[in-house]
């Protein structure tokens, strides 16, 4: 049934984490050297689907070292960065963007305990910060292949910020002493209080690193009163053609039904790319993104705008919560355009869910379809996927029902074996197929 081929290279496959808005967001009274900011962010990673289930959690140092980019000579240094991470206490989400209420305040260790024994990694997250950094409602999403790059404390900083902000391309503008306490830069000697210092000690080559080691595209533009800059923002892009070559995991699809599925729904009937929206419910506080649809829904009924998608955009970037929209139509117009606005958005949730069941029906028939294969085909597919790749090897080692294994194993059979047995098949696919 199935054609011989030459064994195809596995792309690297990324390692992505997602950290909460509130650990970008944060500062602290001594800022993190680059070697604990990377550990953090791997502990992170390997640890994220039991943060809530297990008190301790335990690996390899030779797992963590892979993770990390680091060789075995490096071993002292990994203790050093463990002395950070459990030394140094952290203010999370100092900028209050995502808090209800701006007048909660908390700092918190970011490891309770860390050690090594024969071999073994146990560490233990610190209770408060556990929630913090499980499913949070906002995050950036992370490439720890990238981190691995960096020699800059300042630049994994940055990054990580405009990783949070790449779905609407640019931060916003911020004040100095902000940008500062983000990038973690020392404010005691007051060399950096001079914006030229700042610019071209600490952003210049930040920048720099992102844009050559990273799919990210950044640029600085600044406000200026008085010809002093008093504020700077990140301009975004994704570099194109670093996507193609890098092997992505597959998107969270929102639960049909959901509050954020309802609004990406509302989002797509404003003409926001779905990339775009997705990008915006990960980098804001879902209250805040209902709020500003709300306007921006009501002064499209009205006929007030031109271009919906643009203007949501922008109402998203300055808050357009606190504007009220004056009528300018008649009321005898406003309904219907208020009926056609919702049948739009039934169409695109009824487009939406097709999608989406067509999804789980091409998964389950790529996995009915591995299922029938022999033993040894199965064997065959499994070396393929994990090729001279060191890191699936490392997950490997761990056995073959490794979650994180699975699931990458599971997209890998999706988007790569499945397309080229369908293109080696040359016709549709029949029940007699399924059942060889």
Known sequence: MRKKRDTEQVPEVPMVV???TQAIESRSRVALSLGAQKLFNSLLFLSYEKLLENDEHFLSVSDLQSTLGISSRDYEMLKTWARELVGTTVEFDFLKRGSKNKRDWGIYALLSEFDITQGVV?????????????RPETYASLDLKYQRKFSSAYSLRLYELCARFVGVHRTGFLALAVIKDLLGVPTASGYYSSYK???????????????????????????????????????????AHREKEEARPLPDLAVVGSPTE????????????RAEAQAIVGA?????????????????SLGKVKSPAAYFVAAIEQDYRKIVVVSAVTTSTSPAQGALFEQKVQAIRQEDQD????????REQVMRLYSGLGQAEKDELQHEFIGNNSVLKKLQRKGVESPVLQNMFRAWLVNTWYTRFMNELGRPLTPSDEAC
Do not use: C
Request: proline share 4%; charged share 30%; glycine share 4%.
């Open 18 to 20: 997602k950290k909460a």
């Open 122 to 134: 146990r560490f233990r997250w610190t209770p408060k910060v556990r929630p913090l950094l499980h």
């Open 197 to 239: 210092n700042l610019k071209g000690k600490i952003l210049k080559p930040a920048i720099e690193q992102v844009n050559e080691l990273t799919n990210l595209e950044i640029v600085l533009e600044e406000s200026r009163v008085a010809r002093q800059v008093v504020e700077v923002n990140f301009t975004i892009v994704r570099k």
């Open 262 to 273: 309802l609004l990406l729904l509302r989002m797509k009937a404003l003409g926001v790319r």
């Open 284 to 300: 804001y506080p879902a209250d805040y993104v209902d709020g500003n649809l709300k306007v921006v829904e009501q002064a499209v």
């Open 355 to 362: 999608r989406l069941a067509a999804e789980i029906e091409q």
